[in-house]
Structures are given as structure tokens and as C-alpha cells.
């Protein structure tokens, strides 16, 4: 992961054209006079053995005649002649590249990348459209037109997608920062583009066009670092697939399905559209409206039949409606006539003059809980649509961030609606728009939540016997298993703390079977146990609410004969005789996981029992898990309504039900040889939950555990326990929860030490940096806390030491400080001994810091744990800069 000499390829300063040709219709002759032709001022060379001049310009014939190195090389040329060009490009100071050359094999690609790699050159494509900076009058590509410049950048997997956004955009005088087209992304791909894109001061939103993802981990953690700065918006193909394939399990019918790319992106911070006027639609809201907090929405008309489209939109979306209270019926009654519609919509009436506008809104937008407002007008002949506009233009602007502008008509209202846009205004065509522009709004705040969850592989409950559990799937593995018998499910379910019924696994023998039901008493269920047969049900080989010795033996007959005529082949193993479970009122649920191709380990949560498939009600989520991940999951399904009572039944324990998850989450993280599982049914009710039939695949490849998933849990393992000052401190990563205690050390500071650390005196932190210095990517950032534990259980942070690395891994940048009170007494010490440990284990080179020349404390502190002044930089004033160089642990 790196974003080392994009500035190279997005903002050069001279390009050459490699295979620049007069040829019309020629890649390399598009690309010439589409840089000729977009504004570029840097320098522009044309390279061709075969020509001497083009277009009146000198043509180098190979890359060492050029006057000098070109930031930007632009290569057109036969797929056989790109990896030498490439290495001899590298050779003379060139550090960016665009393949357009389409039809490379695998040993040219890589012969490219092992010519590129000495040198950090970075190479787009192979086999792209290229790129363009509109701004910089860049158009390194072979598109058809140029594009316009704004603030948003368009990065897409498919040509033939920025070619078509490029009509789309520009005939509705929409500009760009950056359109880039990955091509084959060899290379720069989707994680580098979003880490240099989410530091760019000229793009303010992020479009992409996804086909795949290569490298999962490095995808989210660019998603999730770019998605904290800026919106990121996605198409992503391939949505309308087959659906859930027929599998051994449910939740293995998952791998590679699209609702798992879903999960990516909500746990990203991301959000997911369908169409390119959906990019837009979507960009321009979170631009204007992403500091909303809205949940409701206030509709006010000029006309009942555009409120009335507002309102079906509204329910259509799942957007709720606000209902006017008591006070704000009066204050708009007082301002509107006797004939107005006393509800939301709020309708003017057709004849509405610019005061009673005025008056309205200010009503509306004087009471917070009204929430967004959707300012809807229709052109009528008593008042210009333009005088209504700037009346209103006002108010508009000092509530920017909760007013949606739709404007019914189009040349009768233009002027309107540009004093809107003028004023910052989001402005919509339809009603539809606008509606389906705030429900974005809400699912990408919803998602934004979960960015902000940075859940430990094994959250803070009960201690699995995890050595218990891996015993019984390495016995599984020797005996040349993928499926764990009932027994040994039972045993790893139990080993996590997952409620079982009393279940005994017998020989295929009826007095086995009978004894085993009176050990365990009447009622009982019976099942088949067969290597064979992961799907019991269908073949007849589960019987329920046995109540006698004559039942049990009956049903063991009854069930061989349907196994032998559905499945001669499959061998029975025996009978598992499991206590009944009977709850009138409880809600049959399915949890299960399953390991997806790109992303990794995927979970599972719906509604289950037989008809699981038919039913369709499923969510899906990435681990680590926490309690309010797990209810988020179990939200986004239709059950959970039911889960929340009816009628004559109480609600079920949804804490029950997010530990059965958080548990599951933990054993695909400790039990890598885990494939698939499937809790079907998991019972739910008001006393709890129990699993009354599971099964588990496993596999020796060791497809899943914490190392697999796409999102990296908090790391537990760092966490140690240390004597200070006759004390017992707790030194361990930060944690999102450590907020409010976080916010307590700041307070505790002087001013002094506080500008000292950030160069600044402000104490009061807002609540998004709070966030920010808590809710970190630990693939990315580490921050270790000091912490101390009271008589009476409260926790509080003495000290704080953090390191964020480049997206490289090669230099992190460090600070620490220690509440003003207990400096001097080797906090200070403890703490940057163990980031160093930590830099070490991750393979970092260097730790690099910048520390103010009067802070002296700091610079001792530094010095006595090996860092040195770094020469490299230049000398300043006021700031001395340090580097620790350091050596990688021994594995």
C-alpha cells in the first residue's frame, strides 16, 4: 500500500507520449492531441523511432534523447516493448507511468511491476483509458472529450464507464478533480487512489466504479481512513446476481455473493448507489447536507399533488415523516389561511404569496425537531418563482444543512432555483429525487456509526475455552472430517459459551437410543447422524416431541428406512437423542458464518428453521464484532420486529442474541480452520436463546481467523499489565468506548503542555476529534494508554503515547504526552518504550517526530531512547525534527 509518487501521475509537471503517432484513430495519436489540446503547461514530449516531428514538436525517439526525465510517461506501445521501456523510464528519474497497452500476459504484467519496483514507479493499468486533472488541463487519456474541473473525483475499473460519465457529467455542467480509469490496476488500484484522494484539498467527494477488490484489508482500511474525510460513493457491478447458491449450509452459500461487497462498504463509511445519476444525486447531498442529523422530514408545498408525490416517496424510502406538535400547529396557523393542511405536508395553498413563505419557513425551521426540510414550489402566474427565492434565500442559507430545494418546472423556475443553489442549497428535480437523496442521507449516517466501531476480536465477556474447542476440530481433521459430528459441535458451541440442549450421540441401535432418552428424560428429539448428511430435515432424518420408549424405537426404524430410499450411499454414524425444547413464543433464528473469497470471514443473521432459503430474511456483516455491531446486524432483518414483541409475546433478549453473534465473531477469529457454521434454529425468546441444531465445516488450509478479516480487530494481545511508581498500570491500545475518559485525561492538562504536544492551548475538544483520537484503524495508527484502576472500579488515563504511519509501513510519526501532574516520574519513558516495541513488530523503519525547541523535558526524553536530530530536514527555528531508526524483530 503506498501512495509514494501519485503526485507524479495525478499532478505532473512534463509528460512524454510513448508512441505518439499521427495515425488517426491511433491510441498514441488521441492521447498526443488530447494533451495538445486540454490546457496542460508543463512540459509535453512525443517519442517515436519512427517520426521526426509531430504536429510541428520535436519526436525523441527513445526515452534517454529526452531533454530530461518526464514526471509522467504515457506509454502506447506493443505489449512485448513496456517492461524494458519501464525499467529504462525508472533508470532516468521517472516515477509515474500510464499503460495504456492493452493484451499483456501474466509474465509481461509481472515483468513490468519487477521493472517498476526498484525505482517506485508507479504504473496505471495496464490496458486503461488513462486519467485527466481537469484543473491542471491534464487529459492523459483517449477519451473523447475533456472533462469540466470541479471538486469531485471519479475513479472507475471501466473505461467505457468514465467515457460514458464524461457525457453524463458534462451536459449537466458537472465538473471533476480527477477521473482516473484503473484498467487491469496492475499496480495503483483502489486502496492507493483513496489514500491520495482523501488528503487532496481539491476534491470534496469521492466516486467508484468497483468491479472486484484484490487486496481486502488494504481496500477497507484506505475506504475507511478517505470515508472520515470526505464522502465515498459507490456503484459497484454485479447486484443482480443469482442470489444464494445451493450449499452444504446456508451461510456458506454466501462466499462471493454481492450482499457481502454491501457489508464492505456499510462498515466502511461508504455508500452504495445504483446508477450514475445516483453518484450524483448522492455527492451533491453529502456535500451540502452531511453535518444533518435529521431523522424526519418536513415537507412544505405550494401544491397538495407535488406533497402528496413527496409523502408516497417518503413512505416508499422508509423515510419517517415529522408530526407537527401542538405549538407549531399554532405558530403556522397564525400565518397560514384557515384552508391550509393542518399536517405534513405543510401546503400553502396554490395562491401563496412570498410573505406567507417567508413566515412558514421560519416557523419550520425555528423548531429543531422538524428536522430537514423539502422546500417544494410549482410556478403559479400570482408571484414569480424568482421573488418567492430571494425572499426566502435568507433563511435557507442560515439552515443550509437542513433545507432540500425542489423547484417543479424548469425554465419558469431556473432563476429560483439558482438563488437557491447560490444560497448552498441542495437542489432536486422531482420530489422523488429529493426524498431518495435524504433516505442516502440517513443509510449513509447509519453507516458512517459503524466506521467509527473498532470492536476487539474477542469482546470483554466470558472467556471461551478456546483450547477445547480447537481439540475437538483437530480430532475432526485427523479422523479426514470436514464436518464436526453433533457431539463435537455441541462441544465447540459450548466451549463459546453458546446455549445447547442435553443432547447424548448413540450407536444406530434402538435399546441405545431408548436408554439415552430416559438419561435425559421425556420429551426428546431424535437425529440422524450421517458424515453424509448436513441437511437432516430433508431426508426425513429429525422426529420431534418423543414422549415414550415405543416413540424413540419407532422413529429409529422409520428414519434408517427413508435414509436408505432418499441417500443409499450415505452412511449412518448413529443417533443424537437431544432434550426437547419447547417455547410457545420463541422466534426460530439462523446465525451463521462463512468464509467470502475476497473479503474474508463474513457473518450471517436471519430468520431461520426449514424455510430459511424461501424466506429470504438475512443480513450479512464483516467481523470483529461488539454488542452494538450485533444489534445493527440484527436490525437490518425483517425478524427483528418480531424480536421485539407482539401481541401476547414479550420481546426476546436481544443481548442474548448479540452474544450468541459476538461469539461466533470470536471463533472465526480464534479458529482459523473454521469454513462454515450454521446455528438453524437458534430459538430467541424472552428467557434467551439456544441452539438446537448446528453444523460446522472445517478445513486444514486454515481458511479463516483474525489474520483473514478485511477489517483488523482492536489488538488484545498488546495489552499488558506493568509496576509503576509502586502502582499496577494497565498499558494497552486505545479503544472507541475510551472516549469520556479520554475526554477527562484532556481536561487534566495544563494549557502549557497541551500547546506543547499539538502546537495549540484549545482544551475543549469537539466530539469529531474526540472520535478520531478513540476510534482509530489499527492497521494504520496505534495509541497506547496508561491506565490506572480506582478502589471503586473507575478507570483513568494517566498518559498517552500514539504513532501514525505512512500508508507504506515504512515511517510513523510519533507523540506522547502525560497528564501534567505526574510528569517527571517516568510515564513518559514507559510509554514510548513500548510504541517503540510496537514499531519494531510491525516492521516499521523509522520513527520520526517533531518536537518544539523550547519543550526540553520532550527532547530529553527522546534522546535518552535513541532518537537522533534528523539531518535530513532542514533546520527551523522553533521546531527540532527527530528520527529513531529502527531494526525489524526477530520472527
Known amino acids: 500500500m503506498t501512495i509514494r509518487n501519485l503526485d507524479r501521475l495525478l499532478a505532473p509537471r512534463s509528460v512524454a507520449v510513448f508512441g505518439a503517432s499521427p495515425r488517426v484513430g491511433s491510441v498514441g495519436a488521441t492521447v498526443w492531441r488530447n494533451l495538445r489540446g486540454g490546457g496542460f503547461s508543463g512540459a509535453l514530449h512525443a517519442v517515436n523511432p519512427k517520426h521526426r516531428t509531430l504536429d510541428g514538436q520535436p519526436v525523441f525517439a527513445r526515452a534517454a534523447d529526452l531533454p530530461a526525465a518526464p514526471d509522467l510517461a504515457v506509454i502506447c506501445t506493443p505489449p512485448a516493448t513496456v517492461a524494458a521501456l519501464v525499467a529504462e523510464l525508472g533508470a532516468t528519474g521517472t516515477r509515474a507511468a500510464i499503460v495504456m ?145 445451493a450449499a452444504a449450509s446456508h451461510s456458506g452459500a454466501l462466499a462471493g455473493s454481492d450482499i457481502v461487497f454491501d457489508a464492505a462498504i456499510r462498515r466502511a463509511g461508504m455508500l452504495r448507489v445504483d446508477t450514475m445519476q445516483e453518484l450524483f444525486l448522492a455527492a451533491e447531498t453529502l456535500a451540502r447536507l452531511r453535518g444533518n442529523q435529521s431523522e424526519v422530514l418536513t415537507i412544505i408545498t405550494n ?104 423547484w417543479l418546472g424548469d425554465a419558469s423556475v431556473a432563476e429560483a432555483r439558482l438563488i437557491f443553489r447560490q444560497a448552498g442549497i441542495a437542489d432536486y428535480a422531482t420530489p422523488e429525487d429529493a426524498v431518495r437523496a435524504f433516505s442516502m442521507l440517513l443509510t449513509y449516517r447509519r453507516n458512517q456509526a459503524q466506521l467509527i466501531e473498532a470492536p476487539a476480536a474477542r469482546p470483554p465477556r466470558a472467556a471461551p475455552d478456546v483450547e477445547a474447542a480447537r481439540a475437538l476440530i483437530a480430532a475432526a481433521l485427523t479422523e479426514g472430517r470436514q464436518w464436526l459430528d453433533e457431539a463435537q459441535v455441541k462441544g465447540v458451541l459450548q466451549a463459546y459459551g453458546i446455549p445447547v440442549p442435553h443432547s447424548l450421540t448413540v450407536a444406530a441401535d434402538e435399546g441405545a437410543a431408548v ?77 451463521g458464518a462463512s468464509i467470502d473469497s475476497v473479503f474474508g470471514p463474513v457473518l450471517l443473521f436471519g430468520q431461520g428453521g426449514v424455510a430459511v432459503e424461501v424466506i429470504g430474511d438475512r443480513a450479512v456483516a464483516l467481523p470483529p464484532l461488539n454488542e452494538t455491531l450485533a444489534r445493527e446486524l440484527v436490525s437490518r432483518t425483517r425478524v427483528a420486529k418480531l424480536l421485539g414483541g407482539y401481541r401476547d409475546r414479550p420481546p426476546a433478549r436481544l443481548d442474548a442474541v448479540a452474544d450468541v453473534l459476538t461469539a461466533v465473531s470470536c471463533m472465526l477469529a480464534d479458529l482459523p480452520e473454521l469454513a462454515e457454521i450454521d446455528l438453524n434454529p437458534l430459538l430467541a425468546d424472552a428467557d434467551g436463546v439456544i441452539a438446537l441444531d448446528a453444523r460446522m465445516r472445517v478445513s486444514p488450509a486454515r481458511p479463516g481467523g483474525a489474520e483473514r478479516f478485511a477489517i483488523r480487530p482492536y489488538p488484545d494481545q498488546w495489552i499488558e499489565t506493568v509496576s509503576w511508581q509502586g502502582e499496577t498500570l494497565s498499558l494497552r491500545p486505545i479503544r472507541p468506548e475510551d472516549e469520556a475518559q479520554h475526554r477527562a485525561f484532556i481536561e487534566r492538562l495544563d494549557a502549557e503542555d497541551i500547546r506543547m504536544r499539538v502546537f495549540y492551548t484549545r482544551r475543549e475538544l469537539p466530539r469529531s476529534e474526540l472520535a478520531r483520537l478513540t476510534q482509530i484503524d489499527y492497521a494504520r495508527e496505534m495509541a497506547f494508554i496508561a491506565e490506572r484502576t480506582g478502589a471503586g472500579g473507575e478507570r483513568e488515563t494517566l498518559g498517552t503515547v500514539r504513532a501514525v504511519s505512512d500508508p507504506d509501513n515504512v515511517e510513523a510519526e510519533f507523540a506522547v504526552i502525560v497528564r501534567s501532574d505526574l510528569k517527571g516520574r ?34 530529553a526524553l527522546a534522546l535518552r531512547c535513541g532518537f537522533l536530530l534528523d539531518e535530513s530536514k532542514p533546520p527551523e527555528s522553533d521546531v527540532v525534527h527527530l528520527v529513531l531508526p529502527l531494526e525489524k524483530e526477530a520472527s
Open 101 to 245: 497497452t492493452a493484451g499483456l500476459d501474466a509474465a509481461q504484467k509481472q515483468a513490468t511491476l519487477d521493472a517498476a519496483r526498484p525505482h517506485l514507479l508507479r504504473v496505471l493499468g495496464p490496458n486503461c483509458l488513462g486519467l485527466m486533472t481537469p484543473r491542471l488541463g491534464l487529459n492523459a487519456s483517449f477519451a473523447h472529450i475533456d472533462a469540466l474541473a470541479g471538486e469531485i473525483a471519479f475513479v472507475s475499473q471501466s473505461g467505457a464507464l468514465v467515457t460514458a460519465m464524461l457525457d453524463w457529467a458534462t451536459s449537466r455542467r458537472i465538473g471533476f478533480s480527477h477521473l482516473v480509469s484503473l484498467g487491469e490496476s496492475a499496480d495503483v488500484d483502489f486502496g492507493d487512489l483513496l489514500d491520495y484522494l482523501a488528503s487532496d484539498a481539491g476534491t470534496r467527494a469521492i466516486l467508484l466504479y468497483i468491479e472486484s477488490v484484490k487486496a481486502p484489508r488494504k481496500f477497507m482500511s484506505a475506504a475507511r481512513a478517505a470515508a472520515r474525510n470526505k464522502p465515498v460513493i459507490v456503484v459497484k457491478a454485479g447486484r443482480a446476481g443469482q442470489g444464494m447458491q
Open 303 to 406: 401544491g397538495g399533488g407535488g406533497g402528496v408525490m413527496a409523502a408516497d416517496a417518503a413512505a416508499r424510502s422508509g423515510v419517517a415523516l415529522y408530526e407537527p406538535d401542538a405549538a407549531l400547529l399554532a405558530r403556522l396557523d397564525a400565518v397560514l389561511p384557515a384552508t391550509w393542511s393542518h399536517g405534513n405536508p405543510v401546503d400553502l395553498i396554490g395562491d401563496a404569496p412570498v410573505a406567507r413563505y417567508t413566515a412558514a419557513l421560519a416557523a419550520l425551521l425555528a423548531e429543531p425537531r422538524s428536522g430537514a426540510v423539502l422546500f417544494m414550489h410549482a410556478p403559479t402566474a400570482i408571484v414569480a418563482s424568482a421573488d418567492i427565492a430571494r425572499a426566502c434565500a435568507p433563511l435557507v442559507a442560515a439552515a443550509r444543512d437542513r433545507v432540500l430545494g425542489c
Open 515 to 591: 436408554a439415552a432418552a430416559r438419561t435425559i428424560g421425556y420429551p426428546v428429539a431424535l437425529k440422524i447422524v450421517s458424515p453424509a448428511i448436513t441437511h437432516k430435515s430433508d431426508v426425513g432424518g429429525v422426529r420431534l416431541a418423543l414422549r415414550s420408549d415405543a416413540d424413540v424405537a419407532e422413529a429409529l426404524r422409520s428414519m434408517q428406512e427413508r435414509v436408505r430410499a432418499a441417500r443409499p450411499e450415505a452412511r449412518v454414524a448413529g443417533f443424537a437423542v437431544q432434550a426437547m425444547v419447547e417455547r410457545a413464543h420463541a422466534e426460530e433464528l439462523i446465525v
Open 826 to 859: 517516568g510515564l513518559g519513558r514507559l510509554l514510548l518504550d513500548k510504541l517503540v516495541r510496537y514499531a519494531r513488530g510491525q516492521g516499521l523503519e523509522r520513527l520520526v517526530g517533531m518536537v518544539l525547541r523550547e519543550n526540553a523535558g520532550m527532547l
